[in-house]
Nanobody, 115 residues
């Protein structure tokens, strides 16, 4: 079973940047359509961005500010987040896209953006 480990979160001021990483435990990960999701306190988990090959898709709320990428040799997916806003504060997770596998949810990584 694939294990996904997220990292790279932290506390930043509005306008700042962070780079999140998601590393998978299996090499077959490279064939998966992968996405980033986030869950803010008191809200449902929501889609943020996804990547398969060179194709990417973004939620409207992050389009132009976030960039998803991957390195299949490292079994990793990344997300560069620029121009962060307080409303980006959430726990960020990676998982398969468009249907996240419930067995793959990890601990996530906390992103907190102060105003």
């Amino acid at each position: 079973q694939v294990q996904l480990v997220e990292s790279g979160g932290g506390l930043v001021q509005a306008g700042g940047s962070l780079r999140l990483s998601c590393v998978a435990s299996e090499r077959t990960f490279s064939t998966y359509y992968m996405g980033w999701f986030r869950q803010a306190p008191g809200k449902e988990r929501e889609f943020v961005a996804a990547i398969r090959g060179s194709g990417t898709v973004y939620a409207d709320s992050v389009l132009g500010r976030f960039t998803i990428s991957r390195d299949n040799a490292k079994n990793a997916v990344y997300m560069r987040m620029n121009s962060l806003k307080p409303e980006d504060t959430a726990v960020y997770y990676c998982n398969t896209y468009p249907l996240p596998n419930p067995d793959y949810w990890g601990q996530g990584t906390q992103v907190t953006v102060s105003s």
